[in-house]
């Protein structure tokens, strides 16, 4: 089973940038699809992108599209979130997560790192 480790949040201003990188460990990172999802106070888990297991693939949800970006390195077991055009509206804990296929479905996701905190100030 793959396990995740997110690492990139932090504090930035509204309009700003940051690289979130979720680092894989266990063989079978290239055979899974990843996913990102954050999660709010009080909110549910959220989608937000997907790649497949070779990178050709992606999915966003509406609210990023244009405005972040996947991707995935799988010969450092590692996948990005690039987070470009922040809005106050993205603070959430950002989690990554591995699936057999490329899905917007939490459930269809395992192996939940344990997350990192995204706040963007206004």
């Known amino acids: 089973q793959v396990q995740l480790a997110e690492s990139g949040g932090g504090l930035v201003q509204a309009g700003g940038s940051l690289r979130l990188s979720c680092a894989a460990s266990?063989?079978?990172?290239?055979?899974?699809?990843m996913g990102w999802f954050r999660q709010a106070p009080g909110k549910e888990h959220e989608f937000v992108a997907a790649?497949?297991?070779?990178?050709?693939?992606?999915l966003y949800t509406d609210s990023v599209k244009g405005r972040f970006t996947i991707s995935r390195d799988n010969a450092k077991n590692t996948v990005y979130l690039q987070m470009n055009s922040l809005k106050p509206e993205d603070t959430a804990v950002y989690y990554c997560a591995a699936s057999p296929a490329l899905s917007r479905t939490p459930t269809d996701y395992r192996g939940w790192g344990q997350g990192t905190q995204v706040t963007v100030s206004s």
């Open positions: 790649i497949s297991m070779s990178g050709g693939s992606t």
């Open positions: 266990g063989r079978t990172f290239s055979s899974r699809a």
